[in-house]
């Protein structure tokens, strides 16, 4: 373990697998004292073990990011465990590809948006007092490259990264004067389970995986360290001067 996070106490949201379990590993090992939560309790449970076994300091508490309720909660477990927050990093989120907008389930659009997006502003609202109270610290907000560029049949996806982006600047103007940095990253295709179950149920989930592929100029989708590595540095002081920021992470994805 090294020290870049000493001292510093991090909320993970969707942290039980995927980008948020790689995200609270990292905090973790860099000293951080992390809260994950999540809507998956036994999965989440396993990561927690994995970090304490590491000798990181972990805890969980179960969270729908949906639930106003749910958010007081876990911020008031943050305070009661750890006595302070700096980090939050608002990782939670579905995919939900593969729907034409002709045609377009409103409940699957709201489902998407309210975890997505409403979740990253429920998020904002429930833990802004104490991160202040905490003497400042710096909020990640996981959007996608598909928050800054469209992909076909997936509107409600889009749309709600799209809005991270631009909630991720609002708050980042607001919060400036206290202390708090708000950036947005944006990850490219990323091996997680999100994927696996995005192209498991494809009978052409070899040549969507190819096409993908060929989508990162680096020859490759990204791994959830990668990701992890640049929420670490929003995290920390390195990216001290930092604030409403785009960090995207993709393998070039953007660049063309
Ligand atoms: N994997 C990628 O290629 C990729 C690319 C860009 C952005 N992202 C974003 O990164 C974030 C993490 O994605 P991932 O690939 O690790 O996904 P994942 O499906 O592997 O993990 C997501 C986690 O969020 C949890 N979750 C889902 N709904 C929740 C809710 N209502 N409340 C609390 N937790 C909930 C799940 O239980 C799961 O543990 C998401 O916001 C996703 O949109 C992923």
Redesign the pocket.
């Given at each position: 373990m090294s020290a870049r996070m000493k001292g510093k106490v991090a909320l993970v949201?969707?942290?039980?697998?995927?980008?948020?379990?790689a995200a609270a590993h990292a905090l973790a090992r860099e000293g951080a004292a992390v809260l994950l939560?999540?809507?998956?309790d036994e999965?989440?449970d396993a990561v927690v073990r994995e970090i304490r076994s590491a000798g990181g300091q972990a805890a969980f508490a179960h969270?729908?990011?949906?639930s106003d309720a749910d958010w007081d909660a876990a911020v008031e477990r943050a305070r009661a465990e750890f006595g302070a927050l700096h980090v939050l990093v608002n990782?939670?989120?579905?995919?939900g590809g593969g729907m034409p907008i002709v045609g377009h389930d409103l409940g699957e659009w709201r489902r998407i948006l309210s975890?997505?997006l409403d979740?990253v502003f429920l998020g904002l609202r429930a833990a802004g007092r104490l991160i202040a109270d905490s003497g400042g610290g710096s909020v990640i907000n996981?959007?996608?490259?598909?928050g800054k560029v469209g992909l076909a049949e997936a509107a409600a996806?889009c749309a709600s990264?799209g809005g991270v982006l631009q909630l991720t600047k609002a708050a980042a103007l607001e919060w400036a004067p206290l202390g708090i940095r708000v950036n947005s990253i944006?990850?490219?295709?990323?091996?997680?389970?999100?994927?696996a179950?995005s192209l498991r149920d494809r009978p052409d989930a070899n040549e969507m995986r190819e096409m993908l592929i060929l989508a990162h100029p680096l020859g490759r989708?990204?791994v959830?360290a990668e990701?992890a590595d640049a929420i670490l540095f929003l995290a920390s002081d390195e990216s001290r001067f930092m604030t409403g920021a785009e960090l995207v992470v993709d393998g070039g994805y953007l660049a063309r």
């Open positions: 949201t969707g942290a039980a697998m995927g980008l948020g379990a939560t999540d809507v998956a999965a989440a969270h729908d990011v949906t990782n939670a989120g579905i995919a975890i997505n979740g996981v959007s996608s490259i598909l996806y990264k944006h990850p490219g295709f990323i091996e997680t389970p999100m994927l179950e989708l990204g959830p990701i």
